[in-house]
């Protein structure tokens, strides 16, 4: 099926004040954030988190999934975007946006449905990215921010970080795509030591409930909009992320403000922001200089450009990290 883009006038999200305690440092941090993020737009979709069940895949019916192989990274699995597609009217869709896209054949229905169940390119150019440099994320805190198939993330739960979350603007995708598939590619990477005695479940059944306990303790699962998502997620715990995965998320300059607001409230002192993107988003208008200005004019944030990849339309794997 090919897709076009539907853009609409976007609207825009609430910002709130941070609560938490810092040092003198973090506190001067907080202050050009706050002078960064001074509009307070109008809301679109509010965040939720989601609480997965404890064994979801036995409740996906019609899996076909895909194996994504890149370098010497671990093989992810990921659900066959068409899947989506020829099952689209027997799936749980509360938001209707299996429904919109196939009927208005678009990737992207801005304020509707954010494009979270198409793994795109710039995606597959930060796992590059990873593989090149050998990255581990042993004991480390990691947000992927507009997750869709959730696979940066999975990939940091594969290999070591003590917590992910993921977040995508549409509940659907979270539900029906990046649950599945975090649990698909994850489940069994916990070894269960606990013996089987004095247990009524079957030793198999028992050992899967298990790791998919231990599983669900290492995760978090939120969708709706980015500065709904910072205020649910600040009230919610004080800790910071050591990393943010974010990949085809600047497509769009009326969502800047928002992104940025999330890189502040969210980011650790000494985290680093992985954004994977495109130089321009036709028809969108957004971009990487466009966005690199943003950040310029903001004065909180220094930009690193890590990798450039030159066949088709440019595109860009770089790094953001608060001035000292």
């Known amino acids: ?12 999200t609430e910002e709130t004040n941070d609560k938490e ?3 003198d440092n973090a506190k001067d941090v907080d202050l050009k954030c706050s002078d960064a993020s001074a509009t307070v737009p109008t809301k679109m979709k509010n965040a939720i988190e989601h ?3 404890l064994d979801p895949l036995s409740h996906i019916e019609n899996w076909v999934p895909e194996t994504v192989t890149i370098g010497a990274l671990p093989p992810l699995l990921c659900l066959n ?3 989506f597609e020829k099952t689209a009217p027997e799936r749980e869709d509360s938001e209707e946006i299996l429904a919109k896209t196939l009927n208005q054949k678009s990737d992207l229905i801005t304020g509707v449905y954010e494009g979270g169940l198409k793994i795109w390119e710039c995606t597959y150019d930060l796992l590059q990215y990873i593989d090149d440099e050998g990255e581990t994320f042993t004991g480390k805190r990691v947000l992927d921010l507009g997750c869709g198939a959730g696979l940066l993330g999975i ?4 290999r070591g970080a003590i917590k992910v979350d993921f977040q995508d603007y549409n509940s659907t995708v979270i539900e029906q795509l990046t649950v599945p598939n975090v649990f698909l590619n994850c489940e069994d990477d916990d070894d269960d030591d606990e013996t089987e005695e004095q247990n009524s479940s079957p030793p198999s059944k028992r050992k899967a ?16 909009d980015w500065n709904s998502f910072l205020t649910l997620v600040r009230n919610k715990t004080l800790s910071k992320y050591d990393i943010i995965f974010t990949s085809e998320t600047i497509y769009n300059t ?4 928002s992104l940025h607001n999330v890189f502040c409230g969210l980011l650790a002192e000494d985290g680093i922001v992985y954004l994977a993107t495109k130089s321009h988003y036709f028809g969108v208008g957004g971009g990487l200089h466009l966005f690199e200005k943003f950040v310029e004019e903001n004065k909180v944030f220094q930009t690193k450009y890590l990798k450039d990849v030159e066949q088709g339309l440019k595109r860009h794997v770089v790094s953001l990290t608060f001035k000292k």
């Open 1 to 12: 099926m090919a897709f076009t883009f539907n853009f609409d006038i976007p609207l825009q």
């Open 21 to 23: 305690n810092k040092d």
């Open 51 to 53: 609480e997965p069940l």
């Open 81 to 83: 975007e068409s899947v």
């Open 155 to 158: 990939l940091a739960l594969k």
């Open 209 to 224: 409930l298990n790791a998919s306990q231990k599983l669900l303790d290492r995760c978090g699962f939120f969708s709706g």
């Open 254 to 257: 009326d969502y800047y403000s």
